[in-house]
């Protein structure tokens, strides 16, 4: 273990040579003991203890065993704050760095659970804190459904892929509150939109259309008032001219075929 020169050696007069050529030593193996500074070589598990020498190793079970657990980390041959990045030597011989094990070198990780290594392209990276290890960081390298499952995103929807939902998926609705006159939806807020007449109302074209975005528009026409007219990009499918609304609750639903033209269907429900 190697420890930094004091500030102000090198500019001190009272400085030998002799002082000031062990101290150059003493930050060249500062340096060597850091991450980088020397290639990454294996220590094994014994006890479930290793005794990193620098910042960078592999990890090996002992006796090559196929499994075995990592419960505390050496601190004799490197200073407080050093940083330490491990990995598995063989993805055969998984190595489990144990959380809070106990003792002078225990591992601390910041989720509070044990991190296995079962894969040579997983990194676990550490900080030397007093008497014990932290967690700086873990890299999952090809281990791409751990990185998932840490992060919480094993069942996070995507938008590139086809995938299967076990459970109901609701969209939020967009609450126009009352309305009158002239009403321009904006389908950059939301796919389902509802609103209350207060007066008659004209559909007016929308703004921010997108090509296959789909939704419904519900209309609240309790108190009789009606729809005047539609913008000229709604094209009604399933008749023609603006739909004579019911008194009550109202549905729209449309389809955006291009940034011009809107397909819908009305349906009044009594």
């Avoid at 990592?70 to 200073?79: D, E, F, G, K, P």
């Avoid at 550490?126 to 090809?142: C, K, N």
Wanted: glycine share 12%.
């Amino acid at each position: 273990m190697t420890d930094l020169p004091v500030a102000g050696l090198f500019t001190d007069p009272a400085t030998t040579n002799d002082l000031a050529k062990a101290a150059q030593d003493d930050l060249v193996e500062v340096v060597r003991e850091s991450p980088g500074g020397q290639v990454e070589t294996e220590i094994t598990i014994s006890g479930g203890t290793v005794t990193p020498v620098h910042g960078v190793h592999t990890v090996d079970t002992e006796a090559d065993a196929a499994a075995d657990d990592l419960v505390n980390i050496a601190q004799t041959s490197l200073r407080d704050g050093v940083f330490l990045l491990i990995r598995c030597q063989d993805a055969a011989r998984v190595v489990t760095v144990k959380h809070g094990g106990g003792g002078a070198g225990q591992i601390l990780m910041v989720d509070g659970a044990d991190f296995v290594l079962d894969d040579v392209t997983k990194v676990l990276w550490l900080r030397r804190d007093g008497t014990v290890w932290r967690e700086v960081g873990r890299f999952y390298g090809a281990d791409i459904a751990g990185a998932k499952a840490y992060l919480g995103l094993a069942t996070a929807a995507l938008t590139d892929a086809a995938q299967t939902f076990t459970a109901p998926q609701r969209t939020q609705e967009s609450d126009l509150g009352n309305q009158s006159g002239s009403v321009a939806l904006d389908f950059a807020t939301a796919n389902d939109f509802k609103l209350t007449t207060t007066a008659a109302i004209t559909l007016a074209n929308p703004t921010n259309i997108t090509a296959g975005q789909k939704g419904t528009v519900r209309v609240d026409d309790t108190g009789g008032f009606g729809l005047t007219g539609m913008g000229t990009y709604w094209k009604r499918v399933d008749g023609t001219g603006a739909p004579t609304l019911s008194a009550g609750v109202n549905r729209i639903d449309y389809h955006a075929v291009t940034a011009t033209e809107i397909h819908y269907r009305w349906a009044g429900v009594e």
